[in-house]
Nanobody, 117 residues
Framework: QVQLVESGGGLVQAGGSLRLSCAAS????????PGWYRQAPGKQRELVTA???????NYADSVKGRFTISRDNAKNTVYLQMNSLKPEDTAVYYC???????????WGQGTQVTVSS
């Protein structure tokens, strides 16, 4: 059974930093392409960033230069370092592992990030 467990969310002032963690069991991150999504109130869930098997990364334009995704294969954990946070980064952040077109992706339970102005 696959489990993705996020942690590290919280309340931070604008300009501050947070680091989210996603620990996996039942699946190996190093042979997948995990990523982070977020969903703000009243908005659709959007892709924030992802990291490929080979370690290449991609970022939403809104977070480029501020957020960094990384992976610790030994701990089977993916991280999202978020710097220079803005109020518009406020959302529930979800860890994701994509699957094939006919299978549902794996998702974590989400962790709330709130950035105050």
């Amino acid at each position: 059974q696959v489990q993705l467990v996020e942690s590290g969310g919280g309340l931070v002032q604008a300009g501050g930093s947070l680091r989210l963690s996603c620990a996996a069991s039942g699946i190996i991150f190093s042979i997948n392409a995990p990523g982070w999504y977020r969903q703000a109130p009243g908005k659709q869930r959007e892709l924030v960033t992802a990291i490929s098997r080979g370690g290449s990364t991609n970022y939403a334009d809104s977070v480029k230069g501020r957020f960094t995704i990384s992976r610790d294969n030994a701990k089977n954990t993916v991280y999202l370092q978020m710097n220079s946070l803005k109020p518009e980064d406020t959302a529930v952040y979800y860890c994701n592992v994509p699957r094939s077109a006919w299978q549902e992706d794996y998702w974590g339970q989400g962790t709330q990030v709130t950035v105050s102005s």
